[in-house]
């Protein structure tokens, strides 16, 4: 599982088994330790954030400062992408 940030007490991270074929480029955020629900953003070809699920249950206010943040990092996030996996899909 590799993080790519920490942001306060949130992890942004992505599975280490994303699929075969690797789902698009996204992270996942948590509180602590990486869980299975936890929330999902998928990033564009443009450097946006689309948020597929709060699962985490992440308050309003926080997710989208969390997602801001993200979209600033969004580069940083798919050269990690394409450095752990080899290549990089996009969700739109």
Same mark, same amino acid.
């Given at each position: 599982?590799?993080?790519?940030?920490?942001? $306060?007490?949130? @992890?942004? %991270?992505? @599975?280490? !088994?994303? $699929?075969?074929? #690797?789902?698009?480029?996204?992270?996942?955020?948590?509180? &602590? =330790?990486?869980?299975? $629900? *936890?929330?999902?953003?998928?990033?564009?070809? *443009? $450097?946006?954030? %689309?948020?597929?699920?709060n699962?985490?249950?992440?308050?309003?206010?926080?997710?989208? !400062?969390?997602? &801001?943040?993200?979209? =600033?990092?969004? #580069?940083?996030?798919? #050269?990690?992408?394409?450095? %752990?996996? &080899?290549? *990089?899909?996009?969700?739109?």
């Amino acid at each position: 599982m590799p993080q790519i940030f920490r942001l $306060g007490p949130y @992890w942004v %991270y992505f @599975w280490s !088994n994303e $699929g075969k074929p #690797a789902e698009p480029v996204h992270v996942h955020i948590s509180m &602590g =330790a990486p869980s299975p $629900g *936890a929330t999902k953003v998928w990033i564009t070809r *443009a $450097g946006r954030c %689309y948020l597929c699920h709060n699962h985490s249950k992440i308050p309003p206010r926080t997710l989208r !400062n969390m997602m &801001g943040i993200i979209e =600033a990092r969004s #580069a940083e996030i798919v #050269a990690k992408w394409i450095s %752990y996996f &080899g290549s *990089a899909d996009y969700y739109c």
